[in-house]
Nanobody, 125 residues
Framework: QVQLVESGGGLVQAGGSLRLSCAAS????????MGWFRQAPGKERVFVAA????????SYADSVKGRFTISRDNAKNTVYLQMNSLKPEDTAVYLC??????????????????WGQGTQVTVSS
């Protein structure tokens, strides 16, 4: 069983930056596709970014492309999301997810077996 714990969220002004971390424990995630999703109040969970097991393939939602960067350090069993040029519409709970069956990193939430509790990101205007 894998446990995922997100950290790094907080309150930031529009145009600012945050770096989220997702630390995995219980099992190595080095073969897992990993993803970040977000969920705003009253809205569905949506895809933000994904990364392949070796970090060589990344994908992003159009809304964050060019502003967010996903990365991973398999030696530390950790995945990151660097968020720059933040906008108020980026406000949400950000969740990390792990897919043990696919190494490429999917944009489909249903493919992921493991989820963290989430970290709140609030962007003020």
């Amino acid at each position: 069983q894998v446990q995922l714990v997100e950290s790094g969220g907080g309150l930031v002004q529009a145009g600012g930056s945050l770096r989220l971390s997702c630390a995995a424990s219980g099992r190595t995630i080095m073969s897992y596709g990993m993803g970040w999703f977000r969920q705003a109040p009253g809205k569905e969970r949506v895809f933000v970014a994904a990364i392949s097991s070796n970090g060589g393939i990344t994908s992003y939602a159009d809304s964050v492309k060019g502003r967010f960067t996903i990365s991973r350090d398999n030696a530390k069993n950790t995945v990151y999301l660097q968020m720059n040029s933040l906008k108020p519409e980026d406000t949400a709970v950000y969740l990390c997810a792990g897919d043990p069956r696919r190494s490429y990193g999917s944009s489909f939430a249903t493919y992921y077996d493991y989820w963290g509790q989430g970290t709140q990101v609030t962007v003020s205007s």
